[in-house]
């Protein structure tokens, strides 16, 4: 499958997983090679196949890409409305979540523009203690360079979805 092809589909999948989950799992390897995935709220996609995520508070997650920058980020639509329709209709009308397949950068200031894009996210729980504890101080961000994804399927329910027959 062409990830520049489906990229603006891949776009709303990860929105509306990150929506109603609040994050996106973020999978590494240990130094002892076992896996390991990493809740991230934080996950933003841009319009060039790359995105980015705040390198804050997920130790491991750091360590592992520091010495293994291949990851994987994955949304699922947890809305309970998305599932109760799709359970009554027999089919997903939209793709349910996607595995995007990448490669992270080094950590680096954030810029102006990731900024505002994380002040954005955070601004209706901003006034919250636990948002308040949690969603502050961003400096840092990785980049990610995607180079793949892998639909999250259902035989049957997706058909028709992602190019799916």
Not at 94 to 113: C, D, H, I, M, N
Not at 143 to 160: D, E
Request: glycine share 8%.
């Amino acid at each position: 499958m062409n990830l520049k092809e489906h990229w603006p589909e891949i776009q709303r999948v990860l929105r509306r997983g990150q929506a109603s989950s609040i994050y996106c799992s973020f999978a590494t390897i240990n130094a002892d090679g076992t896996p390991n995935v990493t809740p991230v709220g934080t996950v933003f996609l841009r319009d060039d196949c790359t995105g980015y995520y705040f390198d804050h508070y997920a130790a491991t997650l750091a360590a592992n890409l520091d010495a293994n920058p291949s990851a994987c980020v994955m949304a699922v639509s947890s809305g309970r409305l998305f599932w109760f329709w799709s359970f009554l209709k027999g089919r997903f009308a939209s793709p349910p979540g996607v595995r995007l397949y990448g490669v992270a950068s080094a950590k680096s200031q954030a810029t102006k523009e990731e900024l505002a894009a994380i002040e954005a996210r955070v601004r209706p729980t901003k006034w919250l203690k636990g948002s308040c504890l949690l969603w502050t101080d961003f400096r840092y961000v990785r980049g990610i360079q995607f180079h793949a994804f892998r639909p999250v399927t259902y035989p049957v329910m997706v058909q028709g979805l992602w190019g799916q027959g």
